[in-house]
């Protein structure tokens, strides 16, 4: 017994008798092989060497600018080249067309002439403005003026609460390729259980390509009755011909208030923070492609809590008895 012991004192690592730990006796023993590599190394091929050969002759420093980086820091250097190149692209220049920007003093003038003549409004304002010898645009001055108030009704809450099964909602999202092209989405969503009903990838949104779009996603008479878009300028004459042709009544929101279309605003917010800020976008197909599996995703596995923690396509329960 006592022999046994020390014979399996010598194998240990730590014991006088061992090979060093970090000698190559101590790799090779059979006590510490599970140390060793768990991968096989790779095999250069004869045109991975011949690359290197060219490589080294044509750029001797090559080795200086070798790094090593994970996934995630290409698609932030991605975003920040893409930024940088939208940057350049919209830089005012002398030989760019459009009005200058206005400066503060010009801001302040307008605001102090708005305190002491409350009643006027923009084009009143924008003539004064003309005769001060200031070229401004009518369009600018209403822009920078307070909103006038109406009188109250009800909330977007209530209203949403009762129509929530006859209302749909529908948005514009943009996504830039690898290339910096910009795609645009068209996504419409129902209500009622967060359903994705319809959408579709473009290079050139218009009015009379998105009224068709509708009439993709309600077919027959399928036809919500409500419709709820935001005041962007693509849902121009014929988007609203083709709407009123379904029956469709348009609910407008507020110019500048995304919060008043919820549902489609929340959803894009899912698809870029669950799905697209983690890949490039190569083309119209390939991210036609990634959005038709994730909306399967959505629809079948993703909770929402709004849906008392249910799918949009109710899901039922899977106890552990069934694996």
Same mark, same amino acid.
């Given at each position: ?23 190559? %006796? ?9 140390? @060793?590599?768990?991968? +096989? ?27 090593? /980086?994970?996934?995630?820091?290409? /698609? ?17 220049? %002398?030989?760019?067309? @459009? ?18 003549? #409350? ?15 200031? &070229?401004?645009? $009518? !369009? &600018? ?5 307070? +909103?006038?108030? +109406? ?22 999202? &943009? /996504? =830039? ?69 379904? @029956? ?13 279309? =919820?549902?489609? $605003? !929340?959803?894009? @917010? ?38 008392? +923690?249910?799918? #949009?396509? $109710? ?9």
């Amino acid at each position: 017994m006592r022999a046994s012991f020390l014979a399996r004192s010598t194998n240990q690592p730590g014991s006088p008798q061992s090979p060093e730990p970090h000698s190559r %006796e101590f790799f090779s023993s059979p006590a510490t092989r599970g140390y @060793g590599r768990t991968t +096989k190394r790779p095999r250069p091929r004869q045109t991975d060497r011949l690359f290197w050969v060219w490589l080294s002759r044509c750029w001797a420093d090559w080795r200086s600018a070798v790094v090593i /980086v994970q996934p995630k820091t290409v /698609v932030a250097w991605h975003r920040q080249a893409f930024r940088r190149y939208w940057s350049w692209k919209s830089r005012q220049c %002398e030989c760019k067309p @459009g009005q200058p920007r206005l400066t503060q003093e010009i801001r302040h003038l307008l605001r102090k002439m708005k305190q002491a003549n #409350p009643i006027r409004r923009a084009p009143r304002l924008h003539g004064e403005l003309l005769k001060l010898g200031i &070229t401004i645009s $009518e !369009r &600018t001055i209403s822009r920078l003026l307070p +909103k006038a108030r +109406k009188p109250p009704s009800q909330s977007w809450r209530v209203f949403l609460a009762n129509h929530v099964g006859d209302l749909v909602s529908l948005d514009f999202f &943009t /996504v =830039p390729t690898i290339s910096f092209r910009i795609l645009y989405v068209f996504v419409v969503v129902a209500h009622e259980r967060r359903r994705v009903v319809h959408f579709n990838v473009t290079t050139n949104h218009t009015a009379s390509w998105t009224g068709h779009q509708m009439i993709e996603a309600f077919p027959d008479d399928t036809a919500p009755r409500y419709l709820l878009p935001d005041r962007d300028g693509i849902y121009g004459t014929d988007f609203r011909e083709r709407v009123e042709g379904m @029956g469709i009544k348009e609910v407008l929101t507020a110019p500048r208030s995304p919060w008043q279309n =919820p549902f489609a $605003e !929340r959803l894009i @917010g899912s698809v870029r923070r669950e799905c697209l800020d983690h890949v490039i976008v190569l083309n119209r197909q390939h991210l036609r492609r990634i959005l038709n599996s994730y909306f399967g995703y959505y629809h079948r596995s993703r909770t929402h809590l709004s849906l008392d +923690k249910d799918a #949009p396509v $109710e899901r039922e329960v899977q106890g552990p008895e069934l694996g």
